[in-house]
């Protein structure tokens, strides 16, 4: 048990934007002037930020709006968004399948936020103003793990009906896919088989658009929220690159 704990923090670590970037930080040269200068900047930032709350107040009332603006898109994909008449049944089935996942990320938010803003967030600052924004890029891709395994749950969904859809069409012409050969051979299907692949066939053909739609949604958010995370990894390289550029005209 222990060891997979050490083996979970270790796989954490190796992702962490926080740990590459201490890693980054003290590869270079002029390291104790780069830190001691960036730690500076860093309780600079800490003291703005704790005297218009941003640690306790600005970070619970994002994640609230962010968790009620996602509420309203799954209520806005259930009412025929964009004018496309959605299967009602799978519709329904789908949306609350993804709003019961909201409801227990929201009561798991509402027990973290707090020690997450004081603790990881206000203890970055002290390392450094670029370790700072790698922790807020941490930071955003913890809070932002549904909207990551919404973006997997659609994936897979999609996935599965298009190669089942493939199939089937494939089975509708006499044609069976051989995985022993790797080729696609010829099958003949009595009148019941043909049926049963027909009538599946159409079923996931009508079911196809309302899964992409959830699939489209999704992996725009999670496109966007990993846009948000590099930008952020940007801006702490270019301010720690700064830093080293001042210093090093300094000592040269």
Known sequence: MLYQLILLIAS???CSAVVSRLQCKWRGSCRTQRQILDSVLGVIVWKELTEVDFFSDYI???LSMMITNLEELIHWLTTYPAGLKLNSHLNAILSQFFVYHIYLWQTYLSVASV?????FISLSCFFGLSVFFAALSDLLRLLTVHIYC????AFKLATLSVMSIKSLWRLFRGRKYNPLRQRVDSVKLDTRQLFIATLFFIILLFLLPTILVYFFVFSSLHCGV???QMALL???MVQDEIIFC???QHYN
């Open 234 to 236: 940007l801006l702490s």
């Open 246 to 248: 001042v210093l090093k």
């Open 12 to 14: 954490v670590a190796k």
């Open 115 to 119: 020690y997450i803003g004081f603790g």
């Open 60 to 62: 619970w009332d994002g």
């Open 150 to 153: 919404f973006h997997i749950y």
């Open 226 to 228: 990993r846009a948000m």
